[in-house]
């Protein structure tokens, strides 16, 4: 097929848009951008007849993959360490991409482009196949794997675990709000373009280095689509920027945009690669150095920075903040901590640090033993019940972090929480962008400008909220995060499944009365909550003796 005739297809499908005009459509998500002056031009025109021979081409491979890995038995040869946290990875990832599919209606409504829509149709018959291929390779793990217990539940578990619901959040980032803030800026521009270098391309490398050679099939079939999505969010991009009513807009969102995503996928991804891995080669690129290269060095001096060649204005500080948390403030490892602190409420298992690990992080992060040394130390000694409580609740030098109210990551960098008395409750922020997305951007007037569209952060939004007060034995239990012998947990500090001493019950957490950070700290007046926070702040991120 020759390129005149796509060419000529893809003109010809333009034709067939029309504005109808016996009914006004409803609007459900609206925005606030405007269009009038932006051009037409899709550079991709994608069309069908070439795009689904293309797919099927990539979904027969991934099958085949699937089926070879069955043969040959390689779910018996992975590394456990990394499994149990695909049980959490792999529960969270095909509902951004469900919400993707969901969000290109929206982009369609709000862009009057018929060029756009085309790609924009495709793209969400793409994710709608990425979720369809992750969920098969859930299927797969959980059919094979030694231990499916979590792998079961994983859509349940999803819904109404800590972790899961910052996943949940973020996802629903891509569908909520100004329709131009969510489905292009949040995540053609910034979720797609820049942050999927990491979890498709960085990710699958550590998979494989771990006898997993599946997930990086299937995510690398993934990741071959995703060039056509940062062409639809450029597209639209550039389509926003032809009208200069869209600028503080657009800066508006690219502040909140990257840092949110930021605060999500770098949490996320950081730590599966580095605390789910058991490759401790020297010569082994750690989370930082793949941030860099993938991040920095392909997104942000190669993409983000031309922009400011259309005059608008980029948010440099807060990519070298992000950088600043990463390299210097130990954002991963404070997020490994907090998951492994939680393991009570998990739906995986957490396998400790050994000498081995120790040795790697103090090569890479120069430092790091004397920040979580000792606490790794303590979470393997407390491994095991009868003699002591889940860590969470024995006093080894660390606080239990409040939440974000907006990118509902905790505050894990103390020193940098924000609090603030914002529509009538006390909230908490991990840092002032947080605070400012929640307090100034996602409000219906920016900058004296009416903005009815951008939605707000509301609802029951802290997971330690909804059970305080309650026994830890009941919140596991009405989680259904228990064992089919009705009384062994689904989670453990550790990967010993043969001997059953060594598995915590819900026996051995009964009695221990859970209490939400936030509830307490409304509770507070306000000179102890004054002397809370700065000794929150003070005991931050302080070595642990």
Request: glycine share 6%.
């Amino acid at each position: 097929m020759s390129r005149q005739s796509l060419t000529k297809a893809h003109a010809k499908i333009s034709e067939l848009t029309w504005e109808p005009t016996f009914a006004t459509p409803a609007t459900r998500f609206g925005t606030d951008y405007t269009f009038e002056k932006a051009p037409k031009k899709d550079p991709l025109k994608q069309i069908m007849r070439s795009y689904f021979p293309m797919e099927e081409e990539k979904d027969n491979r991934v099958y085949g993959a699937m089926d070879g890995a069955i043969r040959g038995n390689m779910f018996r040869q992975v590394q456990q360490r990394w499994l149990e946290w695909q049980k959490l990875f792999l529960s969270i990832i095909p509902f951004p991409e469900i919400s993707a599919a969901r969000a290109m209606p929206m982009a369609i409504d709000a862009v009057p482009n018929p060029e756009i829509h085309n790609g924009l149709a495709v793209q969400m018959i793409d994710e709608v196949r990425h979720s369809t291929i992750q969920m098969n390779l859930k299927k797969l793990y959980m059919n094979n794997y030694i231990d499916p217990a979590g792998f079961d539940m994983t859509e349940k578990a999803f819904a109404n675990n800590y972790a899961g619901t910052i996943g949940r959040q973020f996802g629903e980032g891509f569908i909520t709000g100004d329709a131009i803030t969510a489905a292009n800026v949040y995540l053609t521009v910034v979720a797609e373009t820049a942050f999927t270098n990491t979890l498709f391309v960085a990710m699958p490398d550590e998979a494989a280095a771990n006898g997993d050679y599946l997930l990086p099939t299937v995510f690398h079939s993934v990741q071959s689509d995703e060039s056509r999505h940062i062409s639809n969010g450029y597209s639209i991009l550039l389509m926003a920027l032809a009208d200069e009513r869209n600028r503080p807009l657009l800066e508006r969102d690219l502040r909140y945009a990257w840092w949110n995503n930021h605060c999500v996928v770098d949490a996320a991804i950081g730590t599966f690669i580095e605390y789910g891995t058991k490759d401790r080669r020297k010569d082994r690129e750690s989370y930082a150095e793949m941030w860099r290269r993938w991040i920095y060095d392909d997104y942000y001096r190669s993409y983000l920075l031309p922009l400011e060649k259309y005059g608008l204005t980029i948010p440099h500080d807060l990519v070298e903040e992000a950088w600043n948390r990463i390299v210097n403030k130990g954002y991963v490892h404070e997020v490994a901590r907090f998951f492994a602190t939680g393991w009570p409420v998990n739906y995986w298992r957490i396998d400790a640090m050994t000498d081995t690990d120790f040795e790697w992080f103090e090569e890479k992060y120069p430092g790091w033993y004397s920040k979580y040394g000792r606490w790794w130390e303590a979470y393997n000694r407390l491994a095991y019940p009868g003699r002591n409580k889940p860590i969470a609740f024995e006093d080894v030098g660390y606080t239990y972090p409040h939440r974000c109210w907006t990118c509902m990551v905790p505050a894990l960098i103390h020193e940098d929480m924000v609090t603030e008395k914002v529509d009538d409750q006390w909230r908490t922020y991990c840092s002032e962008t947080c605070y400012w997305t929640d307090a100034v951007a996602f409000r219906p007037e920016y900058e004296g400008r009416p903005t009815p569209n951008m939605g707000r952060l509301t609802g029951f939004r802290e997971w330690e909220t909804l059970h305080h007060d309650k026994d830890l034995a009941d919140i596991i239990s009405d989680l259904g995060y228990v064992r089919d012998d009705g009384r062994t947990l689904i989670p453990q500090p550790h990967l010993d499944l043969d001997d059953p001493k060594k598995m915590w019950t819900l026996d051995d957490v009964r009695g221990i009365q859970f209490q939400s950070p936030n509830v307490l700290l409304n509770q507070m007046s306000d000179a102890e909550r004054e002397a809370h926070l700065a000794e929150y702040r003070r005991n931050g991120t302080h070595a642990v003796t």
